[in-house]
């Protein structure tokens, strides 16, 4: 039937309408379920079919009459339109219920889970893909519910006979002609929900809001309202999909959307349907929600009470509607690689032995501030919070479960404005929480928010809300602790609309919790565990403080300083400040221009650790730009833009106007692929030379000779520059911290002597194809042994395959592999294997053509034999026999890399100087601490020297409890403040002093060594400023006496940090 409507878009619109026969179930109160069963039904009385028809229009979804189908229509279904839910004929019995999995009679179907997540099922098929995550279900219906559980999940095969194998998988779409079909093997994936035809209804204009309550109105921001009703969907065809953070949201957008009249919303994937449906949904569907256009009427005018404002007679207000508002929550800057929560292990027993914790009811000796300073046993970040055992944690087995602490942090990026809950259901044994400033920095028991501690018996949840303001940061923390036993730690989060932000079941990083933010002004970055302090080398700005410059004296000047306890002491002893012209001092030197080095000075300038001598001999990005430019990389592109962003110093460079090339290039590149190493290499070049124009950076073209460290940890390092440069022939520097960023070079052939007939190709030659083909004779026969299956060895592999194939059609290889090839996989929120298994295209060719099942039919078996062995007499025997004759020619051994050649390093007496032998002890073998990244050799820590990059990697453990180093450009980056620990002076301490004006220049800078009270303490550096009055001041400085931080009335606390910055230079000084 036809016939006429107001719409809210002020247009006429003729609807042709048809009404559908769907074999379903009873309606239930008005509209019915289109998936029930199938009863026996009455005969088809006089009027409308099944009991639940209204009036005007037939009930689309009633019974099918147990008769002949009334005239004009067919049987499921009606001459226009066949029932696309009617069960498929495929001369199985037919299900008591619809919807349901059960192969092979759903084959073909459409299911849909408890949250209304869609699937179409193919039985019999298997799709060969990547598996994110290998479980178990006793039903192919259970499997797919498991899926619809898994955010990262977009489809599943079900392995019937053998264990009732559940494996779930990232791949979308159908199974094709070209995978497998294999019986009792089945495959489900995700759709978007089926649509239908549906009638339009002309209903009365109201507003409404949900899920407060069905059949409500919503009158949105741009003048339309719309109908909503919840646990149903109109299912007609879809216009567009988008994701909203609210059913508010969606109606917002179709109200702004011409074609749009009606939504369908997905709660649980926040996707909006967008279609043009006139009138009432009619699918019974959880988990959806859905609100249909009832266009302009009162949509402005207000409640009846407001006679005042009238609507003109297109059903629109007289006065204009609002102008359109961008779609979607704000959303915080990500393209740092800040998302996730911070969290830390520590161990929670005093130094006797004894616990942290057993001291009564509640714990009130638990002190959360003494792990503000405590060593941590290690660190990471994690999407969730929240656990159910002491071990393992977050894929982390504690060293001691049972006397365990965590410290977790984050900043909350308010999406929206409104309230936000913290609640903590239960603990074992105590959980503290700070939210606000205190959670960035001054934490203490005594100003948290929420204290709870273990009580046996049931727990009464303790929860704390606070309102929180659209598009801003807010700082939280969580310390949890355990005293002995077993451990469980409940928290949940939830955001203004009842949707929780975080928990212990959150999979994926959300996008509202981030470490810090990209500007690292708004959110600046927390301190690094085990040292809360935020101090840093500030200007003179909010609070006064003068820098200090690491000089070995070499006179003394003399001042007056007035204490308040012992009165004048006259003549204090002061050291000359001014270092030595011939050994200049810097707040840090860096040896290597590779990416570790580069992340490092692009770290220390973030830090104003300055000025920085920078000594490499080229200064064009490496070994990795030099040797390895035509090296695909095993990372997104995206992480090479995170690391050109990664600081400050760096984005200074890369929002240049216009735009570095290379930056650009990466920029037009797919980010979520990989590229060659090149676009990484001229890169780094870029950055490099723009770090050269710092004015507190001294780029030095040469190399380190040599270094010695005093007892004092200060380091002096003579360099010598590069031939050609008009830089003195030697030279020496000073420093406190020494940074190794040599890198690394392949390892040197393995084998023995007697194999010596085997001209070696190197590596770098091997990975390199234009530099391969030219060390190989074309038109000569050429048998090489690779001996290796690491990601380099596949490269090399490949290589030779590709010119054996093309232009040295004389080229055989043997290959030597100890193991099968092993992947990195990835799960969702972490990568197994993430550093040492194949990757990106070398893994994809690696499937493709090496793999058993694809072998024996691989183009690559044609130039390529395989030779399997396993360490020891087997492995020897096989190199004899393979090795031994005169057949193979050439030898590449792709087993690994060691460190590049070090300088002379060597510890000095408080005599010794590098030109004398005296007093000098040699630095032996260095090994570098995972952990901590601290440098060490047989005698210990080695004061104020420490390596990053390929050489000295960062130690990680991932969930399953694997070791690995972390080794890549992002990888480097995120472990600089871990090497260098450089945001984190010590505690303050203070003293109290007077100053009388005229005593000396006001200008002068003072380093001292006070005497005051009695107490000998290294004393710091200071200026007394221009207009200073006299009285009593408090000076704050750190206790190894390295700079003064803040110089105030001694009446007055020092100043306590804000996370309002305008700049980092701005910072104010924390306690």
Same mark, same amino acid.
């Given at each position: 039937?036809?016939?006429?409507?107001?719409?809210?878009?002020?247009?006429?619109?003729?609807?042709?309408?048809?009404?559908?026969?769907?074999?379903?179930?009873? +309606? @239930?109160? %008005?509209? $019915? /379920?289109?998936? =029930?069963?199938?009863?026996?039904? *009455? #005969?088809?009385?006089?009027?409308? &079919? !099944?009991?639940? +028809? @209204?009036? %005007?229009? $037939? /009930?689309?979804? =009633?019974?099918?009459?147990?008769? *002949? #189908?009334?005239?004009?229509?067919? &049987? !499921?279904?009606?001459?226009?339109?066949?029932? $696309?839910?009617?069960?498929?004929?495929?001369?199985?019995?037919?299900?008591?219920?619809?919807?349901? &999995?059960?192969?092979?009679?759903?084959?073909?179907?459409?299911?849909?889970?408890?949250?209304?997540?869609?699937?179409?099922?193919?039985?019999?098929?298997?799709?060969?893909?990547?598996?994110?995550?290998?479980?178990?279900?006793?039903?192919?219906?259970?499997?797919?519910?498991?899926?619809?559980?898994?955010?990262?999940?977009?489809?599943?095969?079900?392995?019937?006979?053998?264990?009732?194998?559940?494996?779930?998988?990232?791949?979308?779409?159908?199974?094709?002609?070209?995978?497998?079909?294999?019986?009792?093997?089945?495959?489900?994936?995700?759709?978007?929900?089926?649509?239908?035809?549906?009638?339009?209804?002309?209903?009365?204009?109201?507003?409404?809001?949900?899920?407060?309550?069905?059949?409500?109105?919503?009158?949105?921001?741009?003048?339309?309202?719309?109908?909503?009703?919840?646990?149903?969907?109109?299912?007609?065809?879809?216009?567009?999909?988008?994701?909203?953070?609210?059913?508010?949201?969606?109606?917002?957008?179709?109200?702004?959307?011409?074609?749009?009249?009606?939504?369908?919303?997905?709660?649980?994937?926040?996707?909006?349907?967008?279609?043009?449906?006139?009138?009432?949904?009619?699918?019974?569907?959880?988990?959806?929600?859905?609100?249909?256009?009832?266009?302009?009427?009162?949509?402005?005018?207000?409640?009846?009470?407001?006679?005042?404002?009238?609507?003109?007679?297109?059903?629109?207000?007289?006065?204009?509607?609002?102008?359109?508002?961008?779609?979607?929550?704000?959303?915080?800057?990500?393209?740092?690689?800040?998302?996730?929560?911070?969290?830390?292990?520590?161990?929670?027993?005093?130094?006797?032995?004894?616990?942290?914790?057993?001291?009564?009811?509640?714990?009130?000796?638990?002190?959360?501030?003494?792990?503000?300073?405590?060593?941590?046993?290690?660190?990471?970040?994690?999407?969730?919070?929240?656990?159910?055992?002491?071990?393992?944690?977050?894929?982390?087995?504690?060293?001691?479960?049972?006397?365990?602490?965590?410290?977790?942090?984050?900043?909350?990026?308010?999406?929206?404005?409104?309230?936000?809950?913290?609640?903590?259901?239960?603990?074992?044994?105590?959980?503290?929480?700070?939210?606000?400033?205190?959670?960035?920095?001054?934490?203490?028991?005594?100003?948290?928010?929420?204290?709870?501690?273990?009580?046996?018996?049931?727990?009464?949840?303790?929860?704390?809300?606070?309102?929180?303001?659209?598009?801003?940061?807010?700082?939280?923390?969580?310390?949890?602790?355990?005293?002995?036993?077993?451990?469980?730690?409940?928290?949940?989060?939830?955001?203004?609309?009842?949707?929780?932000?975080?928990?212990?079941?959150?999979?994926?990083?959300?996008?509202?919790?981030?470490?810090?933010?990209?500007?690292?002004?708004?959110?600046?970055?927390?301190?690094?565990?085990?040292?809360?302090?935020?101090?840093?080398?500030?200007?003179?700005?909010?609070?006064?403080?003068?820098?200090?410059?690491?000089?070995?004296?070499?006179?003394?000047?003399?001042?007056?300083?007035?204490?308040?306890?012992?009165?004048?002491?006259?003549?204090?002893?002061?050291?000359?400040?001014?270092?030595?012209?011939?050994?200049?001092?810097?707040?840090?030197?860096?040896?290597?221009?590779?990416?570790?080095?580069?992340?490092?000075?692009?770290?220390?300038?973030?830090?104003?650790?300055?000025?920085?001598?920078?000594?490499?001999?080229?200064?064009?990005?490496?070994?990795?730009?030099?040797?390895?430019?035509?090296?695909?990389?095993?990372?997104?592109?995206?992480?090479?833009?995170?690391?050109?962003?990664?600081?400050?110093?760096?984005?200074?460079?890369?929002?240049?106007?216009?735009?570095?090339?290379?930056?650009?290039?990466?920029?037009?590149?797919?980010?979520?692929?990989?590229?060659?190493?090149?676009?990484?290499?001229?890169?780094?070049?870029?950055?490099?030379?723009?770090?050269?124009?710092?004015?507190?950076?001294?780029?030095?073209?040469?190399?380190?000779?040599?270094?010695?460290?005093?007892?004092?940890?200060?380091?002096?390092?003579?360099?010598?520059?590069?031939?050609?440069?008009?830089?003195?022939?030697?030279?020496?520097?000073?420093?406190?911290?020494?940074?190794?960023?040599?890198?690394?070079?392949?390892?040197?052939?393995?084998?023995?002597?007697?194999?010596?007939?085997?001209?070696?190709?190197?590596?770098?030659?091997?990975?390199?194809?234009?530099?391969?083909?030219?060390?190989?004779?074309?038109?000569?026969?050429?048998?090489?042994?690779?001996?290796?299956?690491?990601?380099?060895?596949?490269?090399?592999?490949?290589?030779?395959?590709?010119?054996?194939?093309?232009?040295?059609?004389?080229?055989?290889?043997?290959?030597?592999?100890?193991?099968?090839?092993?992947?990195?996989?990835?799960?969702?929120?972490?990568?197994?294997?993430?550093?040492?298994?194949?990757?990106?295209?070398?893994?994809?060719?690696?499937?493709?053509?090496?793999?058993?099942?694809?072998?024996?039919?691989?183009?690559?078996?044609?130039?390529?034999?395989?030779?399997?062995?396993?360490?020891?007499?087997?492995?020897?025997?096989?190199?004899?026999?393979?090795?031994?004759?005169?057949?193979?020619?050439?030898?590449?051994?792709?087993?690994?890399?060691?460190?590049?050649?070090?300088?002379?390093?060597?510890?000095?007496?408080?005599?010794?100087?590098?030109?004398?032998?005296?007093?000098?002890?040699?630095?032996?073998?260095?090994?570098?601490?995972?952990?901590?990244?601290?440098?060490?050799?047989?005698?210990?820590?080695?004061?104020?020297?420490?390596?990053?990059?390929?050489?000295?990697?960062?130690?990680?453990?991932?969930?399953?409890?694997?070791?690995?180093?972390?080794?890549?450009?992002?990888?480097?980056?995120?472990?600089?403040?871990?090497?260098?620990?450089?945001?984190?002076?010590?505690?303050?301490?203070?003293?109290?002093?007077?100053?009388?004006?005229?005593?000396?220049?006001?200008?002068?800078?003072?380093?001292?060594?006070?005497?005051?009270?009695?107490?000998?303490?290294?004393?710091?550096?200071?200026?007394?400023?221009?207009?200073?009055?006299?009285?009593?001041?408090?000076?704050?400085?750190?206790?190894?006496?390295?700079?003064?931080?803040?110089?105030?009335?001694?009446?007055?606390?020092?100043?306590?940090?804000?996370?309002?910055?305008?700049?980092?230079?701005?910072?104010?000084?924390?306690?």
């Amino acid at each position: 039937m036809g016939y006429i409507t107001n719409v809210s878009k002020s247009a006429i619109l003729l609807v042709l309408t048809s009404f559908i026969w769907v074999d379903s179930g009873l +309606a @239930q109160s %008005e509209y $019915p /379920n289109p998936f =029930a069963a199938v009863p026996p039904a *009455p #005969p088809a009385p006089a009027g409308p &079919a !099944g009991g639940s +028809a @209204q009036a %005007e229009y $037939p /009930n689309p979804f =009633a019974p099918v009459p147990s008769g *002949p #189908p009334a005239t004009g229509s067919a &049987a !499921g279904g009606t001459e226009a339109y066949p029932n $696309p839910f009617a069960p498929v004929t495929s001369g199985c019995s037919t299900l008591a219920d619809t919807n349901v &999995a059960v192969c092979p009679t759903s084959d073909n179907s459409v299911y849909y889970t408890s949250d209304g997540t869609f699937f179409k099922i193919q039985c019999n098929h298997h799709l060969w893909t990547t598996t994110i995550q290998t479980t178990t279900a006793p039903t192919f219906q259970e499997c797919i519910d498991k899926c619809s559980q898994e955010n990262t999940c977009n489809s599943v095969n079900y392995d019937a006979p053998n264990g009732r194998g559940c494996s779930l998988l990232s791949s979308t779409g159908a199974a094709i002609a070209s995978d497998i079909a294999c019986p009792n093997h089945h495959y489900a994936y995700k759709i978007d929900p089926p649509t239908q035809p549906a009638k339009d209804e002309m209903l009365v204009a109201c507003s409404t809001s949900c899920p407060s309550a069905n059949g409500l109105r919503y009158s949105s921001m741009f003048g339309e309202t719309f109908r909503i009703n919840c646990g149903k969907r109109h299912g007609t065809e879809y216009l567009k999909t988008d994701k909203q953070a609210t059913l508010k949201d969606c109606m917002d957008s179709c109200a702004s959307y011409i074609p749009c009249h009606s939504v369908d919303y997905h709660d649980r994937s926040r996707t909006c349907y967008y279609s043009n449906h006139h009138g009432e949904p009619t699918i019974v569907t959880p988990g959806f929600s859905s609100a249909y256009s009832l266009g302009c009427a009162s949509s402005c005018c207000g409640s009846a009470a407001s006679s005042s404002k009238q609507c003109n007679s297109c059903n629109s207000c007289s006065e204009a509607c609002v102008a359109p508002k961008p779609l979607g929550p704000p959303m915080p800057d990500l393209s740092c690689g800040n998302q996730g929560l911070q969290y830390a292990f520590y161990s929670n027993t005093k130094p006797d032995g004894s616990t942290n914790l057993f001291t009564g009811t509640g714990y009130p000796t638990f002190d959360p501030a003494k792990f503000k300073t405590d060593p941590l046993q290690y660190s990471g970040t994690t999407p969730s919070i929240g656990f159910s055992s002491a071990t393992p944690i977050y894929g982390n087995a504690p060293t001691d479960p049972n006397y365990t602490v965590i410290n977790h942090r984050a900043y909350i990026f308010a999406q929206q404005s409104g309230t936000y809950t913290f609640r903590l259901p239960l603990v074992d044994d105590i959980s503290i929480l700070w939210v606000g400033p205190a959670a960035y920095s001054g934490f203490t028991r005594a100003n948290a928010n929420i204290v709870q501690s273990f009580v046996s018996g049931a727990q009464t949840p303790v929860t704390y809300t606070v309102t929180f303001e659209e598009g801003k940061y807010y700082p939280m923390r969580v310390i949890w602790a355990n005293g002995g036993g077993a451990g469980v730690m409940s928290f949940e989060l939830k955001g203004p609309d009842g949707k929780v932000i975080i928990d212990a079941s959150t999979t994926e990083p959300s996008p509202f919790l981030v470490q810090y933010s990209c500007d690292e002004t708004t959110a600046p970055r927390f301190a690094p565990f085990g040292n809360p302090s935020t101090l840093r080398h500030l200007h003179q700005k909010a609070i006064w403080r003068a820098p200090l410059d690491y000089a070995t004296a070499t006179g003394l000047r003399r001042f007056t300083v007035e204490t308040t306890k012992l009165g004048r002491v006259e003549e204090s002893v002061i050291p000359d400040p001014h270092p030595s012209v011939s050994r200049p001092l810097y707040g840090a030197i860096v040896v290597g221009a590779g990416p570790a080095g580069l992340a490092t000075v692009g770290t220390l300038l973030d830090e104003d650790v300055k000025p920085i001598l920078w000594v490499d001999e080229k200064f064009q990005g490496g070994r990795l730009n030099a040797r390895y430019r035509e090296v695909p990389s095993n990372t997104k592109v995206s992480l090479f833009i995170a690391f050109a962003r990664a600081t400050a110093a760096f984005r200074k460079i890369a929002d240049q106007d216009p735009t570095p090339p290379a930056y650009a290039a990466l920029q037009a590149m797919d980010q979520d692929t990989g590229c060659d190493l090149a676009a990484a290499g001229d890169m780094c070049v870029e950055l490099t030379a723009g770090l050269g124009k710092e004015a507190d950076v001294v780029m030095q073209y040469g190399h380190v000779d040599a270094g010695s460290v005093n007892e004092e940890g200060v380091w002096s390092v003579a360099t010598r520059p590069s031939r050609g440069t008009e830089a003195k022939e030697h030279a020496i520097a000073t420093t406190r911290l020494l940074v190794l960023a040599t890198g690394a070079r392949p390892l040197p052939p393995r084998l023995p002597d007697t194999y010596g007939h085997l001209s070696p190709l190197h590596l770098d030659t091997a990975l390199s194809p234009t530099l391969l083909a030219k060390a190989l004779p074309k038109n000569e026969d050429v048998k090489i042994a690779l001996i290796g299956a690491s990601h380099s060895a596949i490269l090399v592999l490949r290589n030779l395959y590709e010119l054996a194939r093309s232009t040295h059609p004389g080229l055989r290889v043997k290959w030597f592999s100890r193991h099968p090839l092993r992947y990195a996989v990835d799960k969702g929120d972490w990568i197994l294997r993430d550093n040492t298994g194949l990757k990106g295209e070398t893994a994809v060719w690696a499937r493709q053509n090496l793999e058993e099942g694809v072998w024996e039919g691989s183009d690559v078996k044609g130039y390529v034999q395989k030779i399997f062995t396993t360490p020891g007499e087997e492995e020897k025997a096989a190199y004899e026999r393979e090795l031994g004759s005169k057949d193979v020619d050439m030898i590449c051994e792709a087993i690994g890399f060691e460190k590049s050649d070090l300088p002379r390093l060597a510890r000095s007496s408080p005599r010794a100087s590098l030109d004398e032998k005296a007093g000098v002890d040699s630095i032996g073998r260095i090994e570098a601490d995972g952990l901590t990244g601290s440098l060490r050799d047989d005698s210990g820590e080695i004061k104020g020297l420490k390596g990053v990059g390929i050489a000295w990697p960062e130690r990680v453990t991932d969930k399953e409890g694997n070791v690995e180093s972390a080794v890549g450009l992002w990888k480097f980056m995120s472990s600089a403040p871990f090497a260098f620990d450089i945001a984190s002076p010590l505690p303050l301490n203070s003293f109290v002093c007077s100053f009388t004006k005229g005593l000396f220049d006001p200008k002068m800078l003072v380093k001292s060594l006070l005497v005051l009270g009695g107490l000998a303490t290294l004393g710091s550096s200071f200026i007394l400023p221009r207009g200073l009055s006299n009285g009593v001041y408090q000076v704050y400085y750190n206790e190894v006496g390295e700079e003064v931080f803040e110089l105030v009335p001694a009446d007055l606390e020092p100043t306590s940090p804000t996370l309002e910055q305008t700049k980092r230079d701005d910072e104010i000084v924390s306690r």
